[in-house]
Nanobody, 121 residues
Framework: QVQLVESGGGLVQPGGSLGLSCAAQ????????MGWYRQAPGKQRELVAA???????NYADSLKGRFTISRDNNKKTVYLQMNSLKPEDTAVYYC???????????????WGQGTQVTVSS
């Protein structure tokens, strides 16, 4: 089984910064794309950012310049650095990883449990 362990959420004032991390644990043969999604109350889950094993990144247009995604392939961990946070960034942030447990199996998508980020004064 593959587990995703998220950490780093919390309460931050507008204009502040916060970092999230997500470590993939368990029986893993290889990891493809890793990313972050978020879901605000009453809204659909949306892509925040994604990163390939080679380091190519993709961001939601509205977040470019404020958020930075990175990964450590050796640690099977993806990070999200969030700067200049706004109240509208308040949401539950979910880690998303495509991984396969053995070479003969297809990649499957796994989700973290979610971590709350609240931006408020």
């Amino acid at each position: 089984q593959v587990q995703l362990v998220e950490s780093g959420g919390g309460l931050v004032q507008p204009g502040g910064s916060l970092g999230l991390s997500c470590a993939a644990q368990g029986s893993i043969f290889s990891i493809d794309a890793m990313g972050w999604y978020r879901q605000a109350p009453g809204k659909q889950r949306e892509l925040v950012a994604a990163i390939t094993p080679a380091g190519s990144t993709n961001y939601a247009d509205s977040l470019k310049g404020r958020f930075t995604i990175s990964r450590d392939n050796n640690k099977k961990t993806v990070y999200l650095q969030m700067n200049s946070l706004k109240p509208e960034d308040t949401a539950v942030y979910y880690c998303n990883v495509r991984a396969r447990r053995v070479s003969s199996l297809p990649y499957l998508t796994y989700w973290g449990q979610g971590t709350q980020v609240t931006v408020s004064s």
